[in-house]
């Protein structure tokens, strides 16, 4: 079966940095995009990044400038690298992939916390 493992996650203050990972594993065939989402407390599950297997990106508009996502595909993994954070970015962050195993199937992580405060 497939798994995606995320890690990176943590406290930090405004302005600072953090780096997510999100690995996936087990019997993949093909990735054809994977990316993050973010759900803070009373709020909906949002989209924050995502990269196509071409290496197309889109990011929301909130985190456009200050976001970076990046894969490896020989890894199968994804990267967001997020600079200058706001305490508005707070949120349980989700790594997401659509991913070929013996079928096109949806893959979620299990979700790493950012809190950004002083």
């Known amino acids: 079966q497939v798994q995606l493992m995320e890690s990176g996650g943590g406290l930090v203050q405004p302005g600072g940095s953090l780096r997510l990972s999100c690995a996936a594993s087990?019997?993949?065939?093909?990735?054809?995009?994977m990316g993050w989402y973010r759900q803070a407390p009373g709020k909906q599950r949002e989209l924050v990044a995502i990269?196509?297997?071409?290496?197309?990106?889109n990011y929301a508009d909130s985190v456009k400038g200050r976001f970076t996502i990046s894969g490896d595909n020989a890894k199968n993994t994804v990267y967001l690298q997020m600079n200058s954070l706001k305490p508005e970015d707070t949120a349980v962050y989700y790594c997401?992939?659509?991913?070929?195993?013996?079928?096109?199937?949806?893959?979620w992580g299990q979700g790493t916390q950012v809190t950004v405060s002083s």
């Open positions: 997401k992939a659509n991913i070929e195993s013996r079928v096109w199937s949806i893959y």
């Open positions: 087990g019997s993949i065939s093909s990735i054809s995009v």
């Open positions: 990269i196509f297997s071409t290496g197309t990106t």
